[in-house]
Nanobody, 127 residues
Framework: QVHLVESGGGSVQAGGSLRLSCEAS????????MGWFRQAPGKGREGVAA????????YYTDSVKGRFTISQDSAKNTLYLQMMNLKPEDTAMYFC????????????????????WGQGTQVTVSS
């Protein structure tokens, strides 16, 4: 069993920065993919960034490339999402997730492959 708790969300102006954290407890293994997803009001949930900690491979959706950085601290069992140059369209509830069924990040933004999810943290970016 894995338990994920996100934190670090808040309200910022466009151009600002935030760092989200996702503290994991339970069965944590660097072989398995971890990711960040977001859901804006009235829209479906979408993948933002993912990481295969064992090899350090990272994946980003096009809209956040160059602005967001995903990282993982295995000693702290914590996943991070550093977000810079935030835009109003980044406003959403952000969720972290991990999967323990397949080694690696096969389909890093395929939501059905993730079997553990956090409750989310809200990010609001004003213009």
């Amino acid at each position: 069993q894995v338990h994920l708790v996100e934190s670090g969300g808040g309200s910022v102006q466009a151009g600002g920065s935030l760092r989200l954290s996702c503290e994991a407890s339970g069965y944590i293994d660097s072989r398995y993919c971890m990711g960040w997803f977001r859901q804006a009001p009235g829209k479906g949930r979408e993948g933002v960034a993912a990481i295969w900690p064992g090899l350090g491979h990272t994946y980003y959706t096009d809209s956040v490339k160059g602005r967001f950085t995903i990282s993982q601290d295995s000693a702290k069992n914590t996943l991070y999402l550093q977000m810079m140059n935030l835009k109003p369209e980044d406003t959403a509830m952000y969720f972290c997730a991990t999967q323990t069924r397949v080694v690696g990040c096969l389909g890093p933004f395929l939501q059905s492959s993730y079997n553990y999810w956090g409750q989310g943290t809200q990010v609001t970016v004003s213009s």
